[in-house]
């Protein structure tokens, strides 16, 4: 068997990174979106925290599911450039390359992911035209957020799977 | 008439004589000048009787097919080799593969490079008829060619610039893949291929579709000198895909998709189709495929 050292190593340690950051963009693109949908009336925090609205958690949770999702179908690609870099030889200019194609790919990831969880909410609005949805949510309806939630969820599931084909254009250009 | 024709003859006779005694005369005066002792001898040895044999010229050079590839390895590092085929090795492959049309008795289909899968009877105007199913013998074609392919794989590493210490799977699979994807016919030359190409005819064809490449990257792979390779064909059926890749016993690494044996270990698979995807890493629809179950292996060696 050949031995190739250091690759392992290094490989894991960029894969854990990637898992992070997947997690930590997943969370933070969430509540940042749900602010942006809501027109800043709710506020994310306080209304989990103190009032503990299972609606805004609801729908919280699908938003972090769906850019989870997204953010984790572009590990793949990502993997699959770092092992091309390490077989051409790792030189600082390919280094430089390489994690410019990271952020790249996980930036692709966050505004996909927003762009699901907005397009599923349009159409949900575009549905139910009577229901003021947000206000519905912020007094505790928590079907109208499960609702909201599968519906985001199910787009995303449609969605996530062209992200890993983004991702290897993005490294090949 | 007769009295005038005998000194013509006697005339001529003489002649030619003499004329042959010239010419050894100037033979021998050659060798005398030109020559060494150890010469002289040979030229002797050339001309006696007993030593026919180890003077008999040289046996015919075997005739050879030479393919140029063109490909890139490391990414942007172009890279041309070039691939002299033995005709006859081509020839032989040629010929041992595929079948004539109409022919599918089952001893004759196991003998040309297919193996049985089953048997389906059916009805055709009220006469019962058997029908065989068969796929590639995979396994007969590559140990079948592991001797035709040593030449070859060490000229692909000579032109990879690949030391012995380095895994050569990343530049043989880079080259594999940079090979044209194209369907092979179902007849070859007159014989029922099943859109196969045997791994020299992959190369003399500069092109092949994914399980010819699969069998041709086997083929290099496991003809590296000493290198012990265990890989095995997956042959992915299901979910609207008919694909072929090959895996390869390798330690799992980070992100890769990889198949794991009880009793053999982890297989790392190879797309050979197109290019850019390292070992360990193939598209999300054939991974799918594979994690539902749609797949069937094939064991090398």
């Not at chain 1, 990502?78 to 790249?104: D, P």
């Not at chain 2, 059916?122 to 068969?134: G, L, R, V």
């Not at chain 2, 060619?145 to 880079?174: G, M, V, Y």
Request: glycine share 6%.
């Amino acid at each position: 068997m050949y031995e190739t050292p250091g690759l392992e190593l290094l490989s894991t340690i960029i894969y854990v990174i990637l898992i992070f950051a997947s997690v930590i963009l997943s969370v933070m693109g969430s509540m940042i979106i749900l602010s942006f949908l809501t027109r800043r009336k709710i506020d994310v925090k306080e209304e989990i925290a103190y009032n503990q609205n299972i609606g805004i958690a609801l729908v919280l949770s699908s938003f972090i599911w769906t850019i989870g999702r997204m953010c984790l179908e572009s590990a793949k690609p990502i993997m699959n450039e770092w092992y091309n870099t390490w077989a051409s030889g790792i030189t600082f200019k390919s280094a430089l390359t390489f994690a410019a194609g990271i952020l790249g790919a996980l930036l692709n990831a966050l505004i996909i992911g927003a762009i699901t969880v907005y397009l599923a909410l349009k159409i949900l609005m575009i549905l139910i035209k009577d229901i003021d949805e947000w206000e519905e949510i912020k007094q505790g309806n928590i079907a109208v957020a499960i609702v909201i939630s599968i519906t985001v969820v199910v787009v995303g599931m449609f969605f996530e799977s062209i992200v890993s084909y983004i991702v290897i254009n993005i490294f090949r250009f | 008439m007769d009295k005038v024709k005998t000194p013509i003859i006697l005339v001529s006779t003489a002649k030619d004589i003499i004329l042959t005694f010239l010419v050894c005369v100037f033979i021998l005066c050659l060798v005398n000048i030109n020559g060494s002792k150890e010469n002289q001898s040979r030229l002797f040895w050339d001309f006696s009787g007993d030593n026919i044999k180890t003077s008999s010229p040289e046996p015919k050079q075997e005739k050879q097919i030479v393919r140029k590839f063109k490909w890139r390895y490391p990414k942007e590092t172009k890279r041309e080799t070039v691939f002299r085929i033995p005709e006859t090795a081509l020839k032989s492959e040629i010929k041992k593969f595929g079948v004539p049309h109409g022919q599918s008795h089952p001893f004759f289909l196991k003998k040309r490079g297919f193996k049985l899968l089953g048997k389906r009877t059916f009805m055709k105007d009220h006469i019962p008829q058997e029908q065989y199913t068969s796929i590639v013998d995979y396994q007969q074609i590559f140990q079948r060619n592991q001797e035709n392919f040593k030449e070859l794989t060490r000229c692909l590493i000579a032109s990879a610039d690949l030391s012995r210490e380095k895994d050569p799977l990343h530049a043989f699979l880079s080259f594999v893949q940079y090979i044209r994807y194209k369907l092979p016919p179902r007849y070859y030359k007159g014989k029922f291929i099943n859109s196969f190409f045997v791994p020299l005819v992959c190369l003399y064809e500069k092109y092949g579709d994914c399980d010819s490449k699969a069998l041709l990257m086997a083929e290099f792979l496991c003809s590296v000198p000493g290198a012990g390779e265990k890989a095995v064909i997956v042959l992915v059926r299901g979910r609207g895909l008919a694909h072929a890749l090959l895996a390869v016993k390798r330690k799992l690494l980070p992100g890769m998709t990889t198949l794991f044996d009880i009793k053999k270990g982890y297989y790392i698979i190879l797309e050979t189709s197109k290019p850019g995807w390292a070992p360990g890493f193939i598209s999300r629809r054939v991974t799918d495929a594979i994690k539902a179950g749609f797949f069937y292996l094939v064991a090398l060696n």
